[in-house]
């Protein structure tokens, strides 16, 4: 399943960019016909541009398929996503059939005419993930070395590719003639057959073999021509009555049910999540209703939730047996969206056309309800709900996603949305906050957005550890929650994990004169688990907080109640005096040095009064944590 649910998630990448190049299309179909069937500059002009990625759907599954599969990809990987699409399509198509078999190009099978399809681009994809992630460390003879690693990856694809095209030379046609014949048998089943020919159309999108279906029943294969006799109108040889029975049934489904579906897949989302999960189902939608250009929304799903795409393929099926049964005929040239409903409500051919809004308004309401309910009783993986573990290669590195604001957009949705954050600040290395309702936090989404960690101490607090930088993430937070927008300067870094890894053993002067005590003996759980990382602590009983070893201030704090190193050895030290003392706001501390300042070992850095911090109720108790390596162990002298 997990194998699927990444997959799901590679097709995303190409998928995004389908609702638009939909619109075009559909835009400039629009055109063309209000023109009379001829093309116009803008007609041409948009039907070009939004066909230059709906014609090329396939190629689009290659490649983001290849990145979205390999482990940790670069450029390497699409590469030979596209060498693997370039070399099969290349080895099936017609000409070098004929080539190979020395015929003509017209006596080759009509199958081979269909290679270029979503399941090819899909395996290839594959093949190209799958070369990439097995030889991109290949290393090869020193008189073979320029080839080696990432350079033999396209080179084995092309290899790996070849095998595969032979065995789809005869596996291919096999499979095409087999589904013309299967559809050649159930015109004769009346609506029944309408039925079955609409369940199979969509059951066999993922493997793009429904196109060898719809030529039995919109083309000439069998006689049926259904939809050239649709657009003939009365001058061509269709039928009242009778006449687009094979596209009724689309209408409901691509124009209502499935922006139903998208409806209960958002309303089902985790909230968390709903913002990345709404941008593509509400384009999907959009472009499903308005075009009936459905990828973007079944490709969301089908293999994300694979089950309930056999609900929605059988939910097809009822529709076009429902619509052939009825006095309704409605037939398309492009989909059966909302452009072509309008374009065909006055053709001579066209049949009660109004009951295709009825019919829609009932399966809007069917694929709502049913999804709504399939989603949630079987815990579906639908786009927002999502497994972690399928989310575990998502970054989180702040830079990466546009900095400190762009984390603390996601902290806020983690936390369950900006009203549901009553009060917050924060302390060194942690947010402090009063949540109105807990049950809200996400503390997976929170991790995943650069936390090292969350603890609910109980009522209505929660603390979120981020690290030394968390000031600025607080700051962002304000921003975010006040709707105010990032500053053009926001080039944030992540929170305990940074680019220096501090070494295993770290050796130390106490800080501070006093008892060395073990990390388990703080009074804090975010210090004593572990979560904030590893150290010692000391019960002070001086009163100067010196630096243990040489380095420079990484971060001084208003309130004097904490300091950050970065020592020369790369360790990321944090110096907590006392706990839960930021609530002090600055009284008996007195701070010594300033941030980006050089200190040498024993350099004073922080004065403190113990005597105040017992008595406003605090532990004196001191942290001394490792910030950047969760494995490291700390030795005090």
Known sequence: MKFFQRLGR????????????????????????????????????????????????????????????????????????????????????????????????ESVDPAFGRVQNVFVGIVCGLIGAWCYNRFKDTKLPDALSFFSGKRSVAIVTAGVSLVFAVAMMFVWPFLFGGLVAFGEWIVTLGPVGAGLYGFFNRLLIPLGLHHALNSVFWFDVAGINDLNNFLQGSAGEGVFGVTGQYMTGFFPVMMFGLPGAALAMYVTAKTTRRKVAAGILLSGAISSFFVGVTEPLEFAFMFLAPWLYLVHA???????????????????????????LVLGWVNP?????????????????????????????????????????????????????????????????????????????????????????????????????????????????????????????????????????APATDTGTTGLATATRAPAAVHLTAPVAGRVLPLSDVPDRMFSDGTMGPGI?????????????????????????????????????????????????????????????????????????????????????????????????????
């Open 349 to 485: 051919l066209a049949q009660n056309p109004w009951g295709i809004l009825v019919m829609g308004a009932v399966w809007f309401a069917i694929y709502f309800v049913v999804f709504r309910w399939i989603i949630r009783r079987f815990d579906l993986k639908t786009p927002g709900r999502e497994d972690d573990v399928a989310l575990e290669d998502e970054t989180t590195d702040a830079a990466s996603r546009g900095g400190f604001h762009a984390t603390a957009e996601r902290f806020v949705d983690a936390l369950g949305g900006k009203d549901n954050i009553v009060e917050l600040d924060n302390c060194a290395t942690r947010l402090r906050m009063e949540i109105a309702d807990v049950s809200k936090v996400d503390d997976a989404a929170l991790k995943r957005a650069g936390a090292a960690g969350t603890i609910k101490p109980g009522g209505h607090s929660v603390q979120v550890v981020y690290g030394l930088n968390v000031q600025f993430v607080k700051d962002a937070m304000e921003d975010v929650i006040g709707g105010r927008p």
């Open 314 to 340: 059988l939910f097809t099926g009822i529709s076009l047996f429902i619509s052939a049964l009825l006095p309704v005929r409605m037939g398309f040239g492009f989909s059966g969206g909302f452009i072509d």
């Open 537 to 637: 602590a000391i019960d002070p009983t001086g009163d100067v907080v010196t630096a243990p070893a040489d380095g420079k201030v990484e971060s001084s704090f208003p309130t004097g109640h904490a300091i950050g190193l970065l020592l020369d050895d790369g360790t990321e030290l944090l110096i907590h005096i006392g706990i839960d003392t930021v609530k002090m706001k600055g009284d008996g501390f007195e701070t010594l040095v300033t941030a980006g300042q050089r200190v040498r070992r024993g350099d004073p850095l922080v004065r403190f009064d113990r005597s105040r911090i017992e008595a406003a109720g605090h532990s004196p108790i001191t942290p001394v944590v490792v910030l950047n390596n969760p494995d490291a162990t700390v030795h005090v002298s």
């Open 10 to 105: 590679s097709l995303m990448l190409p998928v995004a960019v389908l609702p638009v190049a939909a619109i075009l299309s559909g835009i400039g179909y629009w055109i063309k016909n209000a023109n009379g069937g001829a093309d116009n500059v803008v007609s041409a002009f948009l039907s070009a541009a939004g066909g230059a990625l709906l014609d090329n759907l396939a190629l689009l599954f290659a490649v983001g398929v290849a990145i979205g599969m390999a482990k940790k990809s670069d450029g390497t990987s699409a590469l030979a996503g596209l060498v693997s699409w370039l070399t099969v399509t290349t080895m099936l198509s017609p000409a070098t059939n004929a080539a190979l078999t020395g015929v003509d190009v």
